[in-house]
């Protein structure tokens, strides 16, 4: 049975060239112009995930996410145009699981959704939901840290990033590995990105990020969170 992807648009053209793309994927796809109409398909047919858009007349995304959450917990991407770090993290806030800025390719969204999908696949099976890492705790249904039981603010990169590193702890993660699950097997992202990240996260996980003991440096391959010497 193919996974029914509900698209949510006030942009028709849009919509229609979504459809196209996406024909050529394993997805039936479902689409809505308006938040109204969508709550509506989400309710009748029982979505495997949500793609809205924020800024629509009327209902708007940040409306319609939070019906959706009040109705089920599918994943959930924003379409924005939006770049603004407190935008992403309303969206975080919500339970929102992946963010893709206005202008985008189609094979990028696509990459998103399939790995938004696998992920939750990945959790329905009974995958390991919260993850411990001595003192560091990772809840990824919740989308928190916390550190020696005090909340760490993590943007939704920086969280996505911990995340990779935190199912694979203990072992080596390569940058180009976590440039695909950050952003994209179609996005052509620098390992600076990558760099920049995880400089970013250890100044909100480590003790001294200058001297760092939680997201390790693998010389020349990647990073690694060391779980042993989290105490």
């Known amino acids: 049975m193919q996974d029914k992807i509900l698209f949510v648009d006030d942009d028709a053209t849009l919509l229609r060239f979504m459809t196209e793309y996406f024909q050529g994927h394993p997805y039936e796809l479902l689409t809505a112009q308006s938040g109204p109409d969508a709550l509506k398909l989400a309710y009748q047919s029982h979505p495997a995930l949500a793609v809205l858009d ?74 390991e939901n919260i993850i411990s890492c001595g003192t560091l705790v990772v809840d990824l249904d919740k989308r928190e840290v916390t550190s020696r039981g005090k909340q760490l603010a993590l943007t939704p990169t920086e969280f996505r990033l911990l995340e990779v590193l935190a199912r694979k702890k203990g072992k080596a993660v390569s940058e180009g590995e976590l440039i695909q699950e950050m952003w994209g097997a179609n996005r052509q992202e620098e390992t600076t990105a990558v760099r920049r990240y995880i400089w970013l996260l250890r100044k909100k996980i480590e003790d001294d990020p200058s001297h760092p003991t939680r997201v390790v440096t693998v010389r020349g391959y990647g990073y690694r969170l060391d779980a042993e010497q989290i105490t």
């Open 54 to 127: 924020v800024m629509m007349p009327g209902m708007d995304g940040w409306e319609v996410c939070a019906r959706l959450r009040e109705m089920s917990d599918i994943p959930i991407i924003l379409l924005t145009g939006k770049t603004a770090e407190a935008d992403k993290l309303r969206g975080f806030r919500l339970g929102v699981d992946d963010y893709v800025t206005k202008p985008f390719s189609f094979a990028e969204l696509a990459a998103r959704v399939q790995a938004v999908l696998a992920r939750a696949k990945q959790r329905q099976a009974g995958e």
